[in-house]
């Protein structure tokens, strides 16, 4: 069983930034690629950023440039370091962790107001 826990979500305004963390654990095998993935009501879940045990970062062309992923040497934790936010980047923050299986966080909020 392989539980991932995500963290770093919050209130802040626009141009503003926040750091996300996801840490696993469990019976943690080997992950092929760890990434965010986001989703708001009434829409699909959508890829953010992801990374793969090389090092290859895949980003969603609506933040490149702002967010930034990265991981652990263990490869157990990755970070998304998101700057610059605007309101459209509200939405709920799902960790994601590919292992034979995908295995998911419970999500963290994440609103860009003023």
């Known amino acids: 069983q392989v539980q991932l826990v995500e963290s770093g979500g919050g209130l802040v305004e626009p141009g503003g930034s926040l750091r996300l963390s996801c840490a696993a654990s469990?019976?943690?095998?080997?992950?092929?690629?760890m990434g965010w993935y986001r989703q708001v009501p009434g829409k699909q879940r959508e890829l953010v950023a992801a990374?793969?045990?090389?090092?290859?970062?895949t980003y969603a062309d609506s933040v490149k440039g702002r967010f930034s992923i990265s991981r652990d040497k263990a490869y157990k934790m990755v970070f998304l370091e998101m700057n610059n936010l605007k309101p459209e980047d509200t939405a709920v923050y799902y960790c994601?962790?590919?292992?034979?299986?995908?295995?998911w966080g419970q999500g963290t909020q994440v609103t860009v107001s003023s």
């Open positions: 990374i793969t045990g090389g090092g290859t970062t």
């Open positions: 469990g019976r943690i095998i080997s992950f092929t690629t």
């Open positions: 994601k962790a590919r292992g034979g299986v995908d295995y």
